[in-house]
């Protein structure tokens, strides 16, 4: 997908029929423009063969989102808030938990389309329990118990009761007891009573619940609540504190207080409370006094008695669904009577051991005693049947998400699961793909329940699924098995003949290690272990030849040198690399490459190649010197050794010059040559190419002598014999050879004469004074080869 530069954000969904993606999702890209300098820049996201998609809004009871709850789909938990689901599945089981939450929503779900979204609600149903009498004050030294079903769930303590989170849907009973008073029961149900979101709300919203609404200002009067009963009556209900700052006269003292008070911990704070509230107030009234009962007494009752309970000997909450087994027969809880000194009581409830001792003594009474004041109770505890399992890998570390099943009854566990477990012996089987069970059994003896109260650990050890696998490297040049390999599939190495379970799964790939480097794997790339455990790989010798030819001739250079890596070859040989990249450096006396040049020895390019066939690299260069033979000849072809030679305005003097390129192929100097008494006369400019490396090339300067002929005539015309002279500014006369670009003063005498002017067709005459000056350019002498006529008029 192209992606318009400046910078956006992105989100990547990819979809492909059966599969879900499982990376790179919700995740917002910002792309910058150094990510596209090599053209394209990839993303990789990892997906999941499934057959639809299901992704979930967990809310409470509200309908606010709701963090931190677990989720399991059909027994499997639910990592990333979303999960695939098989092709063929219509319905499942979602399972929502989060302590001190209850599922609203239907644990069945189904399927709705390749991608459902599943709304889950909890809701936390939170009851707070108070005590009145029937004229609505309260009686804070009830204790009031929770049960369902006669079962007690949970104590809730007398003068500042715990909140009761209500663990399920049911009704509840809210039971208060004080000797003395009649005990109270009150059924409530926790959706319909719990319907506020704060406990003030629900204490006010109820009869005789106003009393137990927050109040800042009762705090102080209620933080030594414990010691009102030692204290008088009439005691100031304030802390000690602010009892002694009143004493003080000092008013600043007394204002220093409030600001203390208001800014400590003991004014309570405003804590956000979750969930709904509900109030539960228990009317409860004095028991009316009665004479005692008389009971009847029988001759043949026993002489010896006790009274037995069960408690949890981890919250000491009562066990009233445990039955007693008194000396081999079945009874409630509550008074044991034997004419023994001592009896054997066992008790028994499913998921609990008993611990102790199970031989009691009874104490020695009369029937009345044992009929209504069997006072000594005797406490049997018991302890939950709770196993924590910990899944433990090869490497002794804790494994997250491997599912073990334990039978009877297909117990489903993962790490760190506590459950109870009612029998003894379990046949374990490892439910997670890709993943075996070090032991088949787990074994959880009643003994090992009674030699301690916490909870009892178990190690339950897994270890990764092999697969077999058949690898053959094959040279395909010969079709023999190459020796000493060896063979990784999806970075796993290949141990005897088998490979982890995780690495054959879906498109995997193959990499082979070589004894000798020069190898490389043409097919397959990557390889399905699950369609087959058969692999053939299909190899080759990287070999290579550069070919170094000439850019325009396409003439083979054999003289380059060619180093690839740090190894130094001939242009034109065979020779072999390691697979991967090599940027390529040429040398050659007086050529470079034309650009830069890089050897890709990958499995894409020898896959094309004949299995023997070497892979060929053509380099082309080109000369980065001319050479040029500067010569310089007259009209007769006679050498001028002692002449100067300008190419491009710089002087030489005739021989071997070397001359460099620019960027261009092409190269045009401007050529001018200079002696004295000579005139230049060609060639101006000469060009030389790229086209041969090494070639030298003859440039053939002509130049022809300044020669004139100065006559002297007088004004008619005839000539008269006298003597021209010209005067260089420096130097001596001349009258015949000239230099070029230099100005001559143009001297004669003869008696009874004198100069009156000066005529020449192609010189330049000028006067200084009474003086005639003439001045001669190479364009002068280019037009004849004669000698250039100048006369005298005299």
């Keep these: 997908r192209r992606v318009k530069v400046p910078r956006r954000y992105y989100t990547l969904e990819v979809s492909r029929s059966g599969y879900r993606q499982v990376s790179q999702r919700d995740v917002q890209f910002a792309f910058t423009a150094d990510q596209f300098v ?91 329990a108070a005590v009145v009498d029937a004229d609505g004050k309260p009686v804070n030294e009830c204790d009031v118990d929770v049960y369902l079903n006669d079962q007690c769930m949970q104590r809730l303590g007398r003068f500042r009761r715990n909140v009761f989170v209500a663990p399920s849907l049911e009704k509840f009973a809210f039971r208060a007891s004080l000797e003395g008073w009649h005990t109270a029961e009150e059924n409530v149900d926790a959706r319909l009573i719990a319907q506020h979101s704060s406990r003030t709300q629900a204490f006010t919203s109820v009869k005789f619940g106003a009393a137990f609404a927050s109040n800042e200002r009762t705090y102080s009067q209620r933080m030594y609540l414990a010691d009102r009963s030692r204290l008088p009556e009439n005691y100031p209900r304030q802390s000690p504190r602010e009892t002694a700052c009143r004493r003080l006269k000092c008013w600043d003292e007394m204002r220093a207080f409030f600001a203390w008070r208001l800014n400590t911990d003991l004014v309570p704070q405003a804590t956000p409370e979750v969930g709904r509230h509900g109030a539960v107030v228990l009317v409860v009234e004095k028991d009316a006094p009665v004479a005692p009962e008389v009971t009847s007494v029988e001759e043949d009752a026993p002489e010896k008695t006790a009274r037995f309970h069960v408690v949890n000997v981890r919250t000491n909450n009562a066990l009233p669904d445990a039955q007693l087994v008194v000396d081999g027969s079945r009874q409630a809880q509550g008074i044991v009577a034997s004419s023994s000194d001592s009896v054997e009581v066992r008790c028994e409830l499913e998921g609990y051991v008993q611990l102790g001792e199970t031989t009691h003594s009874l104490d020695t009474g009369t029937n009345a005693d044992m009929a209504a004041f069997a006072l000594d109770s005797v406490e049997l505890r018991m302890r939950p049947r709770d196993v924590r399992l910990c899944i433990i890998g090869e490497d002794e570390a804790p494994v997250e998400g491997v599912s073990v099943v334990l039978t009877p009854g297909d117990i489903s566990v993962t790490h760190d699961s506590v459950l109870v477990l009612s029998g003894e012996v379990y046949k374990v089987t490892c439910a997670t793909p890709g993943w075996v069970c070090g032991s088949d059994t787990l074994e959880v003896s009643t003994e090992a329940f009674r030699a301690s109260e916490a909870v009892l650990v178990r190690e339950l050890r897994v270890e990764r699924a092999r697969v077999a696998v058949d690898v053959e490297v094959i040279d395909v040049a010969t079709g ?24 054959t799964q879906g498109d995997q790939s193959i990499e082979v290690a070589f004894a000798e480097e020069s ?51 001939e242009a034109g040989s065979v020779f072999e690399v390691k697979p991967g990249s090599y940027p390529l450096s040429i040398t050659l006396e007086g050529a470079e490459t034309i650009q830069e040049y890089t050897l890709d020895a990958s499995p894409e390019a020898f896959s094309s190649l004949e299995d023997d066939q070497p892979m060929i690299l053509t380099v082309e260069m080109r000369a980065t010197h001319s050479l040029l033979d500067l010569r310089v000849e007259d009209e007769n072809g006679q050498l001028l050794d002692d002449a100067t030679i300008f190419l491009d305005g710089e002087a030489h003097t005739p021989g071997l010059v070397r001359k460099p390129f620019a960027d261009d192929d092409e190269k045009t100097f401007s050529v001018y040559a200079s002696k004295p008494g000579y005139a230049f006369a060609g060639p101006s400019s000469f060009s030389v190419s790229r086209a041969k490396i ?17 006559t002297v005539v007088d004004e008619d015309g005839s000539a008269l014999d006298a003597v021209v002279r010209l005067t260089p500014p420096s130097g001596p006369e001349v009258n015949d050879v000239v230099d070029v670009d230099t100005v001559y003063k143009v001297d004669c005498t003869l008696r009874k004469y004198h100069r009156s002017g000066i005529r020449c067709d192609y010189g330049t005459v000028s006067r200084e004074g009474d003086a005639f000056c003439i001045q001669f350019t190479d364009a002068d002498f280019m037009r004849s080869s004669a000698p250039l006529e100048v006369e005298v008029t005299m």
């Design 38 to 128: 090599n053209g394209k820049h990839l993303l990789e996201v990892e997906m999941e063969r499934c057959g639809a998609e299901l992704s979930f809004d967990v809310v409470d009871s509200w309908g606010k989102p709701l963090e931190g709850v677990a989720l399991a789909v059909d027994g499997a938990p639910v990592l990333d808030g979303r999960c695939g689901v098989e092709t063929g599945v219509e319905e499942v089981s979602v399972v929502a938990t989060k302590e001190g939450y209850v599922q609203l929503t239907p644990v069945a779900t189904r399927m709705s389309g390749r991608d459902t979204r599943v709304r889950v609600a909890l809701g936390s149903y939170r009851l707070h």
């Design 480 to 503: 023999e098995m190459i020796p000493d390999v060896s063979v990784t599939i999806g970075g796993v190495a290949i141990e005897h003949g088998s490979l982890p379970y995780d690495a």
């Design 519 to 569: 190898w490389i794997v043409l097919r397959p790339i990557t390889v399905n272990l699950e369609d087959t455990t058969s692999i053939r790989v299909e190899c080759r010798r990287c070999s290579c030849i550069v070919s170094v030819v000439e850019q325009y001739t396409s003439k083979t250079l054999e003289s380059a040198r060619v180093t690839c890596g740090d190894v130094e070859y």
């Design 694 to 710: 090494g070639m030298t090339r003859q440039l053939v300067v002509r130049m022809r002598p300044a020669l004139v002929r100065c």
